[in-house]
């Protein structure tokens, strides 16, 4: 009965959601406090019941129930236990019971931790958070209920996809979905505030510590994503524009739009629409990466369904909620003032140059997602809008962005000389370039492309060098004792996380640049005793041996590495084939370490014994990711910063009577 149960509890949490997203809302409207305190204990009451729902779906897997259609279809009784609990996530109804979870634990968190916020702005929030839960549990009940039975029960499963049962696989969909879903926070954050008619410093004070959160963990599920189709798929690449890849990046562009408008909004009072524009259209983004992934529209190795009801769903829910928050945008957004003027060179000049590139980014990613959909749809034919076209639009609008990522934390709020910024950067830029050849001249080839990118990497690095001396150094007037290390402590943290997310992101290009200029590669046919060489290192294919797993079976190589006559490593590449579904799959080897990675990936064995072996070379690519989490780490210092930690009083802004003024 554990799925029945299952189902039951969905129902539930279905109704608890609907009056979630109607009493705290009517409450606020009416100034009815006793419906706007139910928000708290309603949120906590769905979390409770979508948590067990999801509990009874994972027991199922575990109990190998292959009564329950979606567990038979994603699960076998061979699967070893990580993944079946994987498996959970494995399939478009799970994963969306998962994003269902990840919503409610986004929804509680508001509700632990806004006790200093007013109560009818609280309200709202979580009103607007229950709506969303309940258009998501509908679309779960109607169209992708996991706790279908299948009678008679299947004997066993049909297995977890293979591509997905990889480590990396574990991780990846709880991190991303915390991501897309955690900017369902920063929507209903801009909601509440539009329905209040006041978009102020307080607002975007109590949102910008949720968004980074958001972006946090959306950083994090991208990288750990890119990461383990390096790792899983054998071609050995970390990028390759994929469409549903695509429509994880978008909001990511979008968020990180975001972030930077709520610091002018916080600090100026400047950009209040734009700032409640990016967060409409932030969500709207995750919502539009779920009609793509689950309509069937798309052929991706991460896409899920190919069912058309569940498409045209979604479809309708992503219209009504793009539809309903633009209206209601429109509607309030003319009585929202500009906020404070700023000149041509300025901190907020800086910022709203670096939110137009943001978003022509992210436009620029849409169109090439969409354009070959929209042809097909109008009977023009199929067309593959790939690498090219992205890598070149990125380029160009990159390149600008990281010049500004340079110059704008050391531009001055309002109003900045270009003599006097020219000064303080006058030794950066020199340096950055002269890195880049230096960096160009170790690595035996110098290109003009490569040295742009290197240049723009150092050239942040060099910035952020910049900044913190004059931060460090102590200014006139101040005493002059005391130790570096003690003006540094003084430092605001948020202050620290920008460094370090300019930081991380020097890295990462540092790290595209060097991959794709310097990486070589090699495929080649190998028996045993056969060898090649890629950049100074011989791969010796020392022996070819079948290995058994708990679903599949293997042909492994035993690949030592030399370089000049020392062994550097015994890489242990595999084809696998998993015995229930019989697809082949590539399991690649892979010896990294600070400055260079080593991949070795098996192709298909030929009629004559011996395999086609994929060999390369990749200076540098371990600096991607390591970006990434430099990027996390920084977005962590910013979201934990003393004035996002210490209690805000009720009377610092949005006072409730105002707010609760929402038919003015």
Same mark, same amino acid.
């Given at each position: 009965?554990?799925?029945?149960?299952?189902?039951?509890?969905?129902?539930?949490?279905?109704?608890?959601?609907?009056?979630?997203?109607?009493?705290p809302l009517a409450g606020a409207q009416r100034g009815r406090t006793d419906w706007m305190l139910l928000g708290r204990p309603l949120a906590w009451a769905q979390f409770g019941l979508v948590l067990g729902a999801f509990a009874c779906l994972a027991a199922s897997f575990v109990r190998h129930d292959f009564s329950v259609l979606y567990v038979a279809s994603?699960?076998?009784?061979?699967?070893?236990?990580?993944?079946?609990?994987?498996?959970?996530?494995?399939?478009?109804?799970?994963?969306?019971?998962?994003?269902?979870?990840?919503?409610?634990?986004?929804?509680?968190?508001?509700?632990?931790?806004?006790?200093?916020?007013?109560?009818?702005?609280?309200?709202?929030?979580?009103?607007?958070?229950?709506?969303?839960?309940?258009?998501?549990?509908?679309?779960?009940?109607?169209?992708?209920?996991?706790?279908?039975?299948?009678?008679?029960?299947?004997?066993?499963?049909?297995?977890?996809?293979?591509?997905?049962?990889?480590?990396?696989?574990?991780?990846?969909?709880?991190?991303?979905?915390?991501?897309?879903?955690?900017?369902? =926070?920063?929507?209903?954050?801009?909601?509440?505030?539009?329905?209040?008619?006041?978009?102020?410093?307080?607002?975007?004070?109590?949102?910008?510590?949720?968004?980074?959160?958001?972006?946090?963990?959306?950083?994090?599920?991208?990288?750990?994503?890119?990461?383990?189709?390096?790792?899983?798929?054998?071609?050995?690449?970390?990028?390759?524009?994929?469409?549903?890849?695509?429509?994880?990046?978008?909001?990511?562009?979008?968020?990180?739009?975001?972030?930077?408008?709520?610091?002018?909004?916080?600090?100026?009072?400047?950009?209040?629409?734009?700032? =409640?524009?990016?967060?409409?259209?932030?969500?709207?983004?995750?919502?539009?990466?779920?009609?793509?992934?689950?309509?069937?529209?798309?052929?991706?190795?991460?896409?899920?369904?190919?069912?058309?009801?569940?498409?045209?769903?979604?479809?309708?829910?992503?219209?009504?909620?793009?539809?309903?928050?633009?209206?209601?945008?429109?509607?309030?957004?003319?009585? =929202?003032?500009?906020?404070?003027?700023?000149? @041509?060179?300025?901190?907020?000049?800086?910022?709203?140059?670096?939110?137009?590139?943001? @978003?022509?980014?992210?436009?620029?990613?849409?169109?090439?997602?969409?354009?070959?959909?929209?042809?097909?749809?109008?009977?023009?034919?199929?067309?593959?809008?790939?690498?090219?076209?992205?890598?070149?639009?990125?380029?160009?609008?990159? @390149?600008?962005?990281?010049?500004?990522?340079?110059?704008?934390?050391?531009?001055?709020?309002?109003?900045?000389?270009?003599?006097?910024?020219?000064?303080?950067?006058?030794?950066?830029?020199?340096?950055?370039?002269?890195?880049?050849?230096?960096?160009?001249?170790?690595?035996?080839?110098?290109?003009?492309?490569?040295?742009?990118?290197?240049?723009?990497? *150092?050239?942040?690095?060099?910035?952020?060098?910049?900044?913190?001396?004059?931060?460090?150094?102590?200014?006139?007037?101040?005493?002059?004792?005391?130790?570096?290390?003690?003006?540094?402590?003084?430092?605001?943290?948020?202050?620290?996380?920008?460094?370090?997310?300019?930081?991380?992101?020097?890295?990462?290009?540092?790290?595209?640049?060097?991959? $794709?200029? *310097?990486?070589?590669?090699?495929?080649?046919k190998m028996g045993r005793g056969d060898t090649t060489e890629i950049a100074g290192y011989r791969f010796t294919m020392q022996d070819l041996r079948e290995v058994q797993g708990p679903n599949y079976v293997a042909m492994q190589g035993q690949i030592e590495v030399t370089q000049g006559g020392r062994v550097i490593a015994t890489l242990q590449p595999e084809?696998?084939?998993?015995?229930?579904?019989?697809?082949?799959?590539?399991?690649?080897?892979?010896?990294?370490?600070?400055?260079?990675?080593?991949?070795?990936?098996?192709?298909?064995?030929?009629?004559?014994?011996?395999?086609?072996?994929?060999?390369?070379? $990749?200076?540098?690519?371990?600096?991607?990711?390591?970006?990434?989490?430099?990027?996390?780490?920084?977005?962590?210092?910013?979201?934990?910063?003393?004035?996002?930690?210490?209690?805000?009083?009720?009377? @610092?802004?949005?006072?409730?009577?105002?707010?609760?003024?929402?038919?003015?």
């Amino acid at each position: 009965m554990i799925p029945e149960l299952g189902q039951l509890l969905l129902i539930a949490a279905l109704a608890v959601a609907l009056l979630q997203g109607t009493l705290p809302l009517a409450g606020a409207q009416r100034g009815r406090t006793d419906w706007m305190l139910l928000g708290r204990p309603l949120a906590w009451a769905q979390f409770g019941l979508v948590l067990g729902a999801f509990a009874c779906l994972a027991a199922s897997f575990v109990r190998h129930d292959f009564s329950v259609l979606y567990v038979a279809s994603n699960s076998n009784s061979a699967l070893p236990l990580h993944y079946r609990l994987a498996g959970v996530w494995g399939g478009h109804e799970g994963s969306l019971l998962l994003w269902l979870l990840m919503l409610n634990v986004w929804t509680i968190a508001v509700a632990s931790f806004s006790a200093s916020l007013p109560r009818v702005f609280v309200a709202r929030i979580l009103g607007v958070l229950g709506l969303v839960a309940a258009g998501f549990l509908l679309f779960t009940l109607i169209t992708s209920n996991p706790f279908d039975r299948l009678l008679p029960p299947a004997p066993d499963g049909r297995d977890l996809n293979p591509l997905l049962q990889d480590p990396g696989m574990v991780a990846h969909p709880p991190m991303l979905y915390m991501g897309y879903v955690g900017f369902s =926070v920063a929507f209903a954050f801009a909601i509440a505030a539009l329905l209040g008619g006041q978009l102020d410093a307080a607002w975007a004070r109590w949102t910008r510590p949720w968004t980074v959160a958001a972006w946090i963990f959306l950083t994090f599920g991208i990288g750990l994503g890119s990461w383990w189709a390096y790792n899983e798929l054998g071609w050995g690449g970390w990028w390759f524009w994929d469409p549903v890849e695509n429509a994880s990046f978008m909001p990511w562009l979008c968020g990180t739009a975001l972030i930077h408008s709520l610091a002018v909004t916080e600090k100026r009072g400047s950009f209040k629409v734009w700032t =409640v524009l990016l967060a409409i259209m932030a969500f709207s983004l995750s919502l539009l990466g779920t009609f793509l992934v689950r309509s069937g529209v798309l052929s991706s190795v991460h896409a899920f369904a190919t069912d058309p009801r569940r498409g045209l769903f979604i479809l309708s829910f992503l219209v009504i909620v793009i539809g309903a928050s633009l209206a209601l945008f429109a509607w309030r957004a003319p009585r =929202v003032g500009l906020g404070q003027r700023f000149g @041509a060179l300025s901190k907020e000049s800086m910022l709203l140059t670096n939110n137009m590139l943001l @978003a022509a980014a992210t436009g620029a990613v849409l169109l090439g997602t969409l354009y070959p959909l929209f042809l097909d749809a109008l009977g023009q034919g199929k067309i593959s809008v790939g690498p090219p076209y992205f890598d070149t639009v990125f380029a160009l609008l990159m @390149a600008p962005l990281l010049v500004v990522l340079g110059i704008g934390p050391l531009t001055r709020w309002k109003h900045d000389e270009v003599g006097s910024l020219a000064r303080r950067l006058r030794w950066a830029l020199p340096g950055a370039v002269l890195a880049a050849l230096a960096t160009g001249a170790i690595e035996g080839r110098i290109s003009v492309a490569t040295t742009g990118g290197l240049t723009l990497a *150092y050239w942040i690095v060099a910035s952020i060098i910049v900044d913190l001396v004059e931060r460090l150094r102590p200014r006139a007037g101040q005493a002059q004792g005391g130790s570096i290390a003690g003006r540094a402590a003084l430092l605001p943290r948020a202050m620290l996380g920008m460094f370090a997310a300019h930081l991380g992101v020097a890295v990462f290009a540092f790290g595209v640049a060097m991959v $794709k200029t *310097y990486e070589t590669e090699r495929d080649v046919k190998m028996g045993r005793g056969d060898t090649t060489e890629i950049a100074g290192y011989r791969f010796t294919m020392q022996d070819l041996r079948e290995v058994q797993g708990p679903n599949y079976v293997a042909m492994q190589g035993q690949i030592e590495v030399t370089q000049g006559g020392r062994v550097i490593a015994t890489l242990q590449p595999e084809k696998r084939i998993y015995r229930v579904q019989s697809n082949p799959m590539t399991e690649a080897a892979v010896h990294s370490n600070l400055v260079r990675d080593l991949y070795v990936s098996m192709g298909e064995q030929l009629p004559t014994g011996e395999w086609i072996v994929r060999v390369q070379h $990749k200076p540098f690519i371990g600096w991607i990711w390591g970006g990434c989490l430099i990027m996390m780490f920084g977005g962590l210092l910013a979201a934990t910063d003393r004035r996002y930690r210490a209690r805000q009083t009720r009377s @610092a802004a949005l006072p409730a009577a105002a707010v609760a003024g929402s038919g003015t």
